[in-house]
């Protein structure tokens, strides 16, 4: 098992910074791949931005490039999303999951946090 909790949500005004951080914990050896998904009201779950520990590799989907950065704490066991220039188009309950190869599709994803609310106004 593998235990995940968000923090760092918040509300914040159009054009603000926050910083979400997701701590791992249990058997963490068999995930490489950490992600943050969001779901706003209505919608669908969405890929944010995933992080390869093996290979520091990233990926972000085309809504944040450029805006939102991925980083990690090895020590700490922890994945950072930073989120920055925030629009209120990004107001969501964000998640953070862990999986084993790098994938925008939730379903590559094992476990799961509970999730932490962003909101943005305008």
């Known amino acids: 098992q593998v235990q995940l909790v968000e923090s760092g949500g918040g509300l914040v005004q159009a054009g603000g910074s926050l910083r979400l951080s997701c701590a791992a914990s249990g058997r963490t050896f068999r995930t490489d791949v950490m992600g943050w998904f969001r779901q706003a009201p209505g919608k669908e779950r969405e890929f944010v931005a995933a992080f390869m520990w093996s290979s520091s590799n990233t990926d972000y989907a085309d809504s944040v490039k450029g805006r939102f950065t991925i980083s990690r704490n090895n020590a700490k066991s922890t994945v950072y999303l930073r989120m920055n220039s925030l629009k209120p188009e990004d107001t969501a309950v964000y998640y953070c999951?862990?999986?084993?190869?790098?994938?925008?599709?939730?379903?590559?994803?094992?476990?799961w946090g509970q999730g932490t609310q962003v909101t943005v106004s305008s």
């Open positions: 999951a862990t999986g084993s190869t790098m994938s925008r599709n939730r379903n590559g994803y094992n476990y």
